[in-house]
Nanobody, 124 residues
């Protein structure tokens, strides 16, 4: 199973990016995005349950970041708006075979599958 994350790049402060995550050959119960900034630990960003579209976002990112899924293409997206240099990080897509409750979605250990990461750089 492969998770392919894409859509990262260089964006100016205040700009937007949309990241994509596609799994080869199957869909999963729960998907998530995590990020790791230089010199920092990986942190939870957003998660979504495939079956019912239930979502969980990190409190600090609510209102700017939105996770969504497209059932037809089997792709999960992360729309990021009003980006700041503090959002610079490698963004990882993760997936679990389980359909997790919201309280568990933010845990790294909930996810068996991880993509390779896509770099987002916010800079003028």
């Amino acid at each position: 199973v492969q998770l392919q994350a894409s859509g990262g790049g260089l964006v100016q402060p205040g700009g937007s990016l949309r990241l994509s995550c596609a799994a080869s050959g199957r869909t999963f119960g729960t998907y998530a995005w995590f990020r790791q900034a230089p010199g920092k630990e990986r942190e939870f960003v957003s998660a979504i349950r495939w079956s019912d579209n239930n979502k969980n976002h990190a409190d600090s990112l609510k209102g700017r970041f939105t996770i969504s899924r497209d059932k037809a293409s089997g792709t999960v997206y992360l729309q990021m708006n009003s980006l700041s240099p503090e959002d610079t990080a490698v963004y990882f897509c993760a997936a679990s075979s389980r359909t997790w409750i919201i309280g568990v979605m933010a845990r790294e250990t909930s996810y068996e599958y991880w993509g390779q990461g896509t770099l987002v750089t916010v800079s003028a």
